[in-house]
């Protein structure tokens, strides 16, 4: 008898639209050893892809002219066969990418296999080369307003940034890569799930009504699969 695969949901929206946090939350409602978490930003292409730079200046030059909102900043082929491995009962070690230091960790984060895995990403559903192990796409469609105040949120004060930087990239690669990489994905999905915010001043995050229903259809597809 052929062994069953293990189930591969990826999800997929704009930066900032809730994608993580609605992966979260999936993957603590099926508990632990029934699923695991896999973040396609670990692939991002180490600093040697594109050259050694010499001196501090020539690397903030080097970083500046890479588009992070690229399909093709991510190592492709390794995610693959990453996910070829998980899907088949294999674990991994995948990249750690430091975000600090633009460059790719000499560490690694040992993923071992679970029943449900849990890809999500803004490229998630827009790499031919991996559509075919999708189980289940999830597009996480978010306001570009809310998406913008999440970023900003997130990027100065997890990841040290200025206001006026992050406002930068998004208007100079940010905002067109996201209509022409990410967004046509949600055309294809398989479930669009909206997550309109809420009204309320100050709150920027999803509240847990609002994660409750995004999650329900997710969960009410892998219940008709016969996954959970």
Same mark, same amino acid.
């Given at each position: 008898?052929?062994?069953?695969?293990?189930?591969?949901?990826?999800?997929?929206? $704009?930066? =900032?639209?809730?994608? %993580?946090?609605?992966?979260?939350?999936?993957?603590? !409602?099926?508990?632990? =050893?029934?699923? *695991?978490?896999? =973040?396609?930003?670990?692939?991002?292409?180490?600093?040697?892809? #594109?050259?050694?730079?010499?001196?501090?200046?020539?690397?903030?030059?080097?970083?500046?002219?890479?588009? #992070?909102?690229?399909?093709?900043?991510?190592?492709?082929?390794?995610?693959?066969?990453?996910? +070829?491995?998980?899907?088949?009962?294999?674990?991994?070690?995948?990249?750690?990418?430091?975000?600090? +230091?633009?460059?790719?960790?000499?560490?690694?984060?040992?993923?071992?296999?679970?029943?449900?895995?849990?890809?999500e990403g803004i490229h998630?559903? %827009?790499?031919?080369?991996?559509?075919?192990?999708?189980?289940?796409?999830? #597009?996480?469609?978010?306001?570009?307003?809310?998406?913008?105040?999440?970023?900003?949120? +997130?990027?100065?004060?997890? !990841? $040290?940034?200025?206001?006026?930087?992050?406002?930068?990239?998004?208007?100079?690669? *940010?905002?067109?890569?996201?209509?022409?990489?990410?967004?046509?994905?949600?055309?294809?999905?398989?479930? *669009?799930?909206?997550?309109? $915010?809420?009204?309320?001043?100050?709150?920027?995050?999803?509240?847990?009504?609002?994660i409750e229903r995004m999650?329900?259809?997710?969960?009410?597809?892998?219940q008709t699969a016969g996954?959970?």
């Amino acid at each position: 008898m052929t062994k069953k695969k293990n189930f591969l949901i990826a999800m997929s929206g $704009g930066s =900032g639209s809730g994608k %993580s946090t609605l992966a979260v939350a999936l993957l603590e !409602r099926l508990g632990p =050893g029934q699923a *695991v978490m896999f =973040g396609e930003d670990a692939y991002y292409h180490p600093m040697s892809h #594109y050259g050694e730079p010499q001196t501090a200046a020539e690397r903030e030059a080097l970083v500046a002219g890479i588009n #992070y909102d690229d399909p093709k900043s991510k190592e492709v082929d390794h995610l693959v066969s990453d996910l +070829r491995a998980l899907k088949a009962g294999e674990g991994v070690d995948q990249p750690i990418y430091d975000y600090d +230091r633009h460059d790719r960790s000499e560490n690694t984060r040992r993923i071992e296999p679970a029943p449900v895995l849990i890809l999500e990403g803004i490229h998630a559903l %827009s790499m031919p080369k991996i559509r075919n192990l999708i189980d289940l796409s999830v #597009y996480v469609d978010t306001p570009d307003d809310l998406r913008l105040a999440r970023r900003i949120r +997130r990027d100065v004060i997890e !990841r $040290g940034r200025t206001v006026d930087s992050v406002l930068q990239q998004y208007m100079s690669t *940010v905002r067109a890569a996201h209509y022409r990489f990410t967004y046509p994905a949600m055309f294809e999905a398989d479930l *669009v799930i909206a997550d309109e $915010g809420v009204p309320a001043y100050g709150h920027v995050k999803p509240s847990a009504e609002a994660i409750e229903r995004m999650l329900a259809p997710v969960l009410s597809r892998l219940q008709t699969a016969g996954v959970i």
